[in-house]
């Protein structure tokens, strides 16, 4: 995609609060055309100015009403467009950081609330149980109704180690919840892995940043290694991801996908039509993969699990995701401020735009928390009970060599992990169902 120099692209959903921010590559364009001017609204417009400059109840700066003209501009186009000031703009930069203080929430805006997109993994705000899908009704005593995304934004960034006290209202919940968080320097690792059982991997990837596509081969490299041979599959958990840059979002895709068309982007600006195809390697080479996705899953995210749906990769099960399909440009107008404006859709490669619209899963799961069964007073009969039953021949007794002291070696976590994630423990049975059925074939 192409814009004007120093012009940076975005693939986040809205602001995020303690995490890098998602940037593009630098990129050109040609000067854009001056477009015919409405004399008759500009007219209207200088009216208005002159008035409030003479008339309102106090001195109000030209600076600041042309900002608020321009912030108003921008904020009725769509929820992800803005005006950056100086503050704003110096924040933005220093988020390719990520090294600042902050939640960890990537937020929206909602009919006058703060949305919760999704919470950030090992993040105040995660461990905090703050939730994709919350709404934040007040911060600390300030009410959010009123207050644009920027000014939200700005009361919950702050200095590392101070509090902050969130009023939110969750679905399911009867009154609102109080949530304290501590802000903290957030440094995101965006991939994580694991083997589940031997032969079947898992990697989380909690953000799209610049390393996300080679840390995730890495990780599969590393499961190789510790499963001593090929995964049989592989689960890849975005849930709660938010988003990131558009190049990681096709990295991460083309590490499964060994040919063919990964995401298109459309706009109005003849270079912003892009498409981006896949090379041919498969990095798990064709072992069954499921995705995991939420309503926290959003912009890059979908793009990976749209990609893969599409070509019939992988399966997507969980819940809809969030349904962002558009592409955010910060464009530079001063050394001190800039503007972030949707430039463009992007599409699956079969055409479809989730935009409001989300990634449907293959496999729908139902919110539910699984709990262990109490044990039974009374055991269950068994043949072995039953009288006269037959004798049990043709096995070998086996000496039971236990000594009462293995008991004190350190115990293991034996809780299921149907318990402990029930939509991991939903994806795991399923890829074990898939390399059986394609052993067999």
Do not use: C, W
Not at 160 to 174: H, Q, V, Y
Not at 410 to 433: F, H, M, R
């Amino acid at each position: 995609m192409s814009f004007r120099k120093r012009d940076l692209v975005l693939l986040t959903t809205g602001a995020t609060l303690g995490i890098t921010l998602a940037f593009g590559q630098m990129v050109f364009a040609d000067k854009p055309a001056k477009p015919d001017l409405p004399l008759e609204e500009l007219r209207a417009f200088s009216e208005i100015f002159g008035r409030i400059k003479s008339n309102y109840v106090e001195p109000v700066e030209d600076k600041e009403l042309l900002q608020n003209a321009i912030r108003g501009m921008l904020s009725g186009l769509d929820p992800h467009s803005t005006y950056l000031d100086l503050k704003d703009f110096k924040e933005l930069r220093e988020g390719t950081t990520g090294e600042f203080g902050g939640l960890g929430i990537e937020v929206t805006m909602e009919d006058g609330f703060v949305k919760v997109v999704s919470p950030i993994d090992d993040t105040p705000a995660a461990e905090a149980g703050v939730l994709a899908g919350d709404l934040i009704i007040r911060l600390d005593d300030t009410p959010v109704k009123g207050l644009d995304l920027s000014e939200a934004v700005n009361i919950m960034r702050g200095k590392p180690d101070s509090k902050l006290l969130l009023t939110i209202i969750r679905d399911g919940e009867d009154k609102p919840l109080k949530i304290e968080l501590t802000r903290a320097i957030i440094k995101v690792k965006s991939v994580k892995q694991r083997l589940l059982e031997p032969g079947y991997g898992y990697v989380r990837i909690s953000t799209f940043a610049s390393r996300t596509g080679s840390s995730l081969k890495e990780a599969i490299s590393a499961l190789k290694v510790e499963n001593d041979g090929p995964l049989a599959g592989l689960v890849l958990d975005l849930r709660n991801n938010p988003g990131g840059l558009l190049d990681a979002a096709v990295e991460v895709s083309d590490t499964f996908i060994s040919k063919g068309l990964i995401v298109y982007t459309e706009g109005r600006v003849k270079d912003s039509n892009q498409k981006f195809n896949a090379k041919p390697y498969d990095f798990i080479k064709g072992a069954p993969l499921v995705v995991l996705v939420n309503g926290g899953s959003a912009s890059a995210s979908e793009i990976v699990a749209g990609a893969l749906q599409d070509h019939d990769r992988a399966v997507i099960i969980g819940t809809k995701t969030f349904g962002k399909g558009s592409v955010q440009t910060v464009m530079p107008l001063t050394n001190e401020t800039a503007v972030k404006m949707t430039t463009a859709r992007y599409y699956t490669p079969s055409g479809r735009s989730i935009q409001a619209e989300g990634i449907v899963p293959d496999i729908e799961l139902e919110a539910v928390k699984i709990t262990t069964r109490e044990a039974a007073s009374i055991t269950a009969l068994r043949e072995q009970d039953l009288t006269k039953h037959l004798e049990q021949t043709g096995s070998k007794e086996v000496e039971n060599t236990t000594e009462e002291e293995d008991s004190t070696v350190d115990e293991i976590d034996t809780t299921p992990l149907a318990v402990k994630d029930y939509a991991l423990s939903e994806a795991l049975n399923l890829l074990k169902g898939l390399h059986i059925l394609s052993a067999k074939k």
